[in-house]
């Protein structure tokens, strides 16, 4: 029996995969983003929203919906981040665990003072 160890086509490849995740990261921080800034503008103004989303709705999403934007945020720099090191020559594993840690540290430090209030 041949074991055929070459990749497939439609895996993507480690090249492939930080431009593509770069992208994903964007625009869900972009839909994220829209999302809070609603909500945020219904908490003042909700006349304007009141058959859509009443004051208390758009409150707890606005407040719900932070920790997504921390976590997007931090992605796409930090993303961002690891492809212009990795084009200037200074890439390695050692990079991608310190950012991994270091978003971590972050996103856990943001969760943390969400939950303070």
Do not use: C
Not at 37 to 60: D, E, P, T, W
């Amino acid at each position: 029996m041949r074991i055929d160890h070459r990749k497939k086509k439609s895996e993507p490849r480690r090249a492939e995969l930080v431009p593509l995740l770069k992208r994903w990261s964007a625009w869900a921080l972009l839909a994220v983003v829209v999302i809070d800034s609603l909500s945020g503008y219904a908490i003042f103004h909700h006349r304007i929203f009141a058959g859509f989303l009443n004051k208390a709705v758009a409150q707890r999403l606005h407040i719900t919906i932070q920790p997504a934007i921390a976590f997007l945020l931090l992605a796409h720099v930090l993303l961002n981040l690891r492809a212009l090191l990795t084009e200037r020559g200074r890439g390695s594993r050692v990079l991608d665990l310190t950012l991994f840690v270091v978003g971590l540290v972050l996103f856990g430090g943001s969760v943390y003072l969400a939950s303070l209030g």
